[in-house]
């Protein structure tokens, strides 16, 4: 068998959206498990469309999905004289013919065709005509000499063998009459010179295979294996648009998703192996076959996407989450954060990581840590404050300023003797600190939140509280 090269092959007209980053990472994994190839080609003829923004975007959305691709990205507009070059080799060798059809014949032959209640497809007039018959003044476009009988049978890896009468296809144009190439031409004679073995991509783009698949027949390529897979649907079953959260790539990093779960996210869509939910890059590269996607579109599901978030939150190393987070800490504080700072939220991080599911809540989580006396106290903490909360800080603080060792075993056991010596539950001492010390009635543990402050910290923020 071959190496497999794979490729993913994006149109730079928009973002990088959900769809096209599964697809792509299908492409890599199947490259990974099979120790094949991965590719990069930026389908941009569509000039009226292609901005470079959108290229910048899929550059960016792929480097962030961690999906590497093997050598230089191929541009397709820039090999047009290629693609040129082999719709003239058809004509040379009569399998393309010119056709002199002008816009308004091929209107009025869809009109009639209408009429009669008949498919909408090129009748080919000029497939068998004289040249000599050509029309002053009209250029051509070149149209390949497509089968008229039999089938067209594409043996997909994902869909079964799927088959087409011959009858149905028209002779799709090659070349235009301006003489530049179309999709469907540049797109064959990329496969062919980048020798892709396997065409990964969304099922709305089986039609196009079976004139794909006649078009490498006649330029004498053997075709690629096809996997054509499902769309991805809303959670109510409909196409995934906008509305269900069919944004680009980089909208799901800036809402606080880290790589590593979209990765496993993207993959569980359409693909699964048992019961396993969490599977990281190792097994799913040992894994994956592109065999055993589903023919069934998957659904997505953002709540879903943000439980397994957290989990991978949970497992990820804390200097890591702090540099994801520091830009918006640093808008907290004020600027860069002190280095005792980052050492405190370091300490803490261990508290704040199971309450998150997105480090967008991660860096709400942890501002209190970061945040410069006096901290500013949301409005059911200074509820507390008013209702007796500054009195029993006040009452409290004595206990505290020689306690040693300064841990949260020893500070919650000092809390509970005081609360219980004034005949009070450990939380009517609890819950006046916790406002005081986070701007919060909700925070990590309270006494493990006090430790990782330390004495000093927490001392001025409860006397800030209290007005002392």
Known sequence: MSKVVTRF???????????????????????KHTGGTFLLRIEDTDRARSTQDAIDAIFAGLAWLGLDHDGEPVFQ??????????????????????????????????????????????????????????????????????????????????????????????????????????YMLSVVVDDIDMAITHVIRGDDHLTNAFRQHQLFEALGATPP?????????????????????????????????????????????????????????????????????NRG?????????SNLNGTYIRQADDARLISLIATDLQAAAGGPLPEGVTTRLARGMAGLKPRAKTLKELADAA??????????????????????GAAAIVAFLPKLEGLEPWTAHALEERA????????????????PLRAALVGST????????????????????LRDAAGI
């Open 9 to 31: 092959a994006p149109s730079p007209t928009g973002y990088l959206h959900i769809g096209g980053a599964r697809t792509a990472l299908f492409n890599w994994l199947y490259a």
């Open 77 to 182: 507009f820039a090999r047009a004289d290629r693609h040129r070059e082999m719709a003239e080799k058809l004509l040379a060798e009569g399998k393309a013919y010119r056709c002199y059809a002008t816009p308004e014949e091929l209107t009025a032959m869809r009109e009639a065709q209408k009429a009669a209640g008949q498919s909408i497809r090129y009748d080919g007039r000029w497939r068998d005509r004289d040249p000599k018959d050509a029309p002053a003044g009209v250029k051509p476009v070149i149209r390949l000499k497509a089968p008229q009988e039999g089938e067209t049978v594409l043996p997909d890896l994902v869909q079964g063998d799927v088959r087409v009468a011959n009858a149905q296809l028209d002779d799709m144009i090659l070349l235009r009459s301006d003489g530049t190439p179309t």
């Open 225 to 293: 294996a096809y996997g054509h897979i499902p769309l991805i649907h809303g959670p109510d079953g409909a196409k995934l648009s906008k509305r269900h959260g069919a944004l680009g790539v980089e909208a799901y990093r800036d809402m606080g998703f880290l790589p590593e779960a979209m990765r496993n996210y993207l993959l569980r869509l359409g693909w699964s192996h048992g019961d396993d939910e969490i599977i990281s890059d190792e097994q799913a590269i040992a894994w994956f076959d592109i065999k055993d996607v």
């Open 297 to 305: 579109p998957s659904r997505l599901d953002l709540a879903k996407l």
């Open 367 to 388: 501002l209190f840590y970061v945040r410069p006396r006096p901290i500013p106290l949301d409005d059911k903490a200074k509820k507390a404050m008013t209702e007796g």
């Open 416 to 431: 509970r003797v005081v609360a219980e010596a004034s005949g009070q539950k450990l939380g009517a001492v609890a819950q």
């Open 442 to 461: 909700v925070s990590p543990p309270l006494f493990e939140v006090m430790e990782v402050l330390g004495r000093v910290e927490t001392l001025g923020r």
